[in-house]
């Protein structure tokens, strides 16, 4: 698992295709917007019939979770104040979990992705524009 980080804040998690735990484990702490994880089941388990109860949250951002199920695409990431961090590349069945700050999305192929986020879009509202980003000298992390 690689993290995106400045200044000691994670702005995303990058799980790589290769990377898929034998345990259940879950990537995202409970403090995060959204959930996500892995969770492995033995042959004939029962979770036992349930539902799940509506909880009252504020929403303070929109977490994203990205799973590339074809094509590659890199991803420019940027702190709360539009200050460029750094960039990933990432590939088929790469998962990408934004937590907070900016980011911008390269697609280099015909490209299908999984998008993941808390709903409804807001068409008008979901998003603010970061200026002057695509005149940057791009450090892409291949790790």
């Known amino acids: 698992m690689k993290l995106i980080e400045d200044n000691n804040v994670v702005y995303a998690k990058i799980i790589r295709a290769n990377s898929r735990p034998d345990e259940s484990m879950f990537f995202t702490d409970e403090s995060c917007e959204i959930q996500f994880g892995i969770v492995n089941y033995t042959k004939n388990h029962k979770t036992g019939a349930h539902y799940h109860n509506h909880l009252d ?57 999984f998008l993941i986020k808390p709903g409804a879009y807001q068409k008008e509202n979901d998003k603010t524009r970061i200026i002057g980003a695509n005149n940057l000298e791009l450090i892409i992390d291949k790790d």
């Open 57 to 113: 949250s504020e929403k303070s951002r929109v977490d994203e979770i990205i799973i590339v199920q074809k094509g590659s695409m890199r991803i420019d990431f940027y702190n709360e104040k539009g200050a460029y961090i750094k960039s990933i590349e990432a590939f088929e069945n790469d998962i990408v979990i934004m937590y907070q700050g900016g980011h911008n999305v390269t697609f280099y192929d015909d490209t299908k992705i």
